[in-house]
């Protein structure tokens, strides 16, 4: 089983140079210019808080809420980390924009056959054991690419080694972890990071397909029982009318 | 002088032609155009007025059907056998509209079959396709005796008829249990935005809050339709049945309001309620519409009485609910995405055309079916030789 990778990146140390961002459009052959938000030609961002730079991408979660959104199975937790999108198999319902946490998949409105767009991880260069290219072309210490775990010992390193550093590690913990961390010596909620739900987001739907079997045995046995006793009824009901109606009683068997 | 005899132009063929020009244009809007030239989606929004009012709105109000069914084969309330055909068509159409809906609300409408061999059991999207795909079935079997009764060859006609008779029963309780699913889970879809929802609007009983609004508004639209057909197009269903079958309708909206305030009061959405924003506004505007007018109108019994009466009441009821879907769906995600969406007219006009198209079939189906009891002898459709026992 392939190792699963994660990304840490260190708002303390980004110069905003925004290599990475260029780097991710060229692999992906995207017009170069920078922009300001993620979007359909731009999977990994950065954003300026005060004089902090904040680099955006996909979280690559966990469990994640999209995944578990998509109705075809075209979004996937990969073993070693990302999260892919698998073209072929979307239909375009857009749940996954619905669904993710932290609003990160984009959709081509402009196109006539529009698709999904979010960054995911480099999936193909990491299964031929390169590097996101992202943090192969960030030139000082702010991105790094390794083991889920080390890197997280890692974070965990850096944040204690100085006192700077709030002691967090922003997606250890969120919605249930992911495979991108962040660290910082800002709050992080003053440089965009909204909160979200500490549980896995799947876990909010779970319980609700898992009542599934519950509603056809209860509902279709109580029905069932309930047509039984109509159908006895009128069984009952015509047996007594014939009954009278034979004894002679004088009785209308069609007024019962 | 010509012999083809032109339709009379009358007001509502023309409201009805003016809404199909509309709705061509926004197709070829859609079709040609793309998304972004036709709607006022975006990623903040993904969801819209299609999502909203067409698949939750239509889904919603089409709950009549299996409840009617239910009640008239399982449970023996006979009396209202002279609706059930009306309240299945109409729901069967209902769905026709969704699934018409699917065709521009999807981006890859042509990958709609995807779901059938793609499957991930962990979406609840998935769980609602399924559902839908084999309610419409569903529908469409328990509506059929209604055409296949006006096929002229009799041995076909009578071995379909003896057929279906036998598995009516299965089919009702089959469509009961698929439509209990999908109705619940259509609320269930917006569980997993948490903390997109507004709090007036998030709760884990969103399932169940869906199921138990949908079949007060299905009910409604089918007595909407049959007042509807009564004015005009001569059906003689006796109003009485209108009127107690909306008796129904109060108890199952009392139900609805003490779950949602017990889960207002217990989420703390309830800090919500009186803050001064569209959200609130819009919260008390669907909660009057919804519950507390027709509550308060329905236990007069001269409102349930008045076949007018009735008519509006139930249509507040309608329209309470849509502004429920719309405010789940549209409302309570303004505030966390901090978009304004507004719908483009050419959303509009694709639903709506959808919908009106659903409406001129079923006022056909109503005249030259057996839907209603009627006034006067139904026409004979494809032959004089069918049989109209």
């Known amino acids: 089983m392939p190792k699963s990778k994660a990304i840490l990146i260190d708002l303390t140390e980004c110069i905003g140079c925004l290599s990475c961002e260029a780097a991710c459009k060229q692999l992906h052959g995207f017009p170069p210019e920078p922009e300001l938000k993620l979007s359909p030609t731009a999977f990994t961002i950065v954003e300026q808080h005060g004089d902090r730079f904040v680099r955006r991408m996909c979280m690559n979660c966990q469990d994640p809420a999209c995944a578990s959104a998509c109705l075809v199975g075209a979004l996937r937790k990969t073993e070693l980390g990302p999260v892919t999108y698998d073209s072929a198999k979307c239909i375009g319902c857009r749940y996954c924009l619905v669904a993710c946490p932290f609003n990160v998949p984009r959709y081509q409105w402009a196109k006539l056959a529009p698709f999904v767009t979010k960054c995911d991880m480099c999936y193909a260069r990491q299964a031929k054991r390169q590097p996101p290219a992202c943090v192969e072309a960030c030139p000082v210490q702010a991105s790094m690419v390794g083991g889920r775990d080390e890197i997280l010992e890692e974070a965990q390193k850096r944040i204690l080694a100085d006192s700077k550093y709030v002691k967090h590690i922003y997606g250890s913990e969120e919605v249930g972890g992911t495979s991108v961390f962040y660290i910082s010596d800002v709050p992080f909620e003053k440089l965009g990071f909204n909160p979200v739900e500490s549980q896995p987001m799947p876990v909010l739907t779970a319980n609700a397909l898992g009542d599934i079997p519950t509603v056809v045995m209860v509902g279709g046995g109580l029905l069932a029982g309930l047509y039984w006793i109509t159908n006895r009824r009128k069984f009952v009901a015509l047996a007594e009318a014939e009954e009278a109606a034979r004894s002679g009683k004088g009785k209308d068997p069609h007024h019962v | ?389």
């Open chain 2, 1 to 389: 002088m010509s012999n083809i005899r032109l339709p009379k132009l009358t007001f509502w063929r023309t409201v009805v032609a003016v809404i199909f020009l509309a709705g061509a244009y926004a197709a070829y809007a859609r079709f040609a155009l793309g998304f972004e030239r036709s709607t006022n989606l975006a990623d903040s929004q993904p969801w819209g007025l299609w999502v909203g009012l067409g698949t939750l709105c239509g889904v919603g109000i089409s709950a009549g059907g299996f409840a009617l069914a239910a009640a008239v084969y399982l449970l023996g309330f006979e009396r209202y056998r002279p609706v059930v055909r009306a309240a299945v068509l109409l729901s069967f159409l209902g769905y026709l509209s969704v699934v018409v809906g699917m065709m521009y609300e999807l981006g890859l409408p042509w990958r709609i079959w995807h779901p059938i061999v793609m499957w991930n059991r962990h979406s609840v999207l998935f769980e609602v396709s399924w559902c839908v795909m084999l309610y419409t079935t569903v529908l469409s079997l328990e509506f059929s005796p209604s055409l296949v009764e006006k096929i002229p060859w009799v041995r076909l006609r009578d071995w379909y008829l003896k057929w279906h008779h036998h598995v009516l029963i299965a089919l009702v309780l089959i469509g009961a249990i698929l439509s209990s699913l999908h109705q619940s889970f259509l609320g269930g879809l917006y569980l997993l935005a948490k903390g997109k929802v507004d709090p007036l609007w998030y709760s884990s009983y969103l399932p169940t809050l869906f199921y138990l609004s949908a079949v007060p508004a299905g009910l409604s639209a089918t007595i909407m339709a049959v007042y509807l057909c009564n004015r005009s197009l001569n059906a003689r269903v006796d109003p009485r049945l209108l009127s107690e079958m909306s008796q129904i309708i109060a108890p199952m909206l009392y139900i609805y309001a003490l779950l949602r305030g017990i889960d207002l009061a217990t989420h703390g959405g309830a800090g919500y309620l009186f803050r001064w924003r569209e959200e609130s506004l819009l919260f008390w505007f669907e909660i009057v519409l919804f519950v507390l007018a027709p509550v308060f109108l329905l236990s007069q019994s001269r409102v349930r009485n008045h076949p007018n009466a009735l008519y509006g009441t139930c249509a507040l009821v309608v329209m309470g609910f849509m502004a429920n879907r719309l405010n789940v769906s549209i409302t309570a995600f303004q505030a966390s995405s901090g978009f304004y969406y507004v719908p483009r007219w050419t959303e509009f006009a694709l639903t709506l055309a959808t919908v009106t198209a659903s409406g001129v079939i079923f006022h056909y189906a109503v005249k030259y079916l057996e839907i209603l009891p009627r006034g006067v002898p139904v026409k004979n459709w494809m032959t004089s030789h069918s049989a109209s026992a």
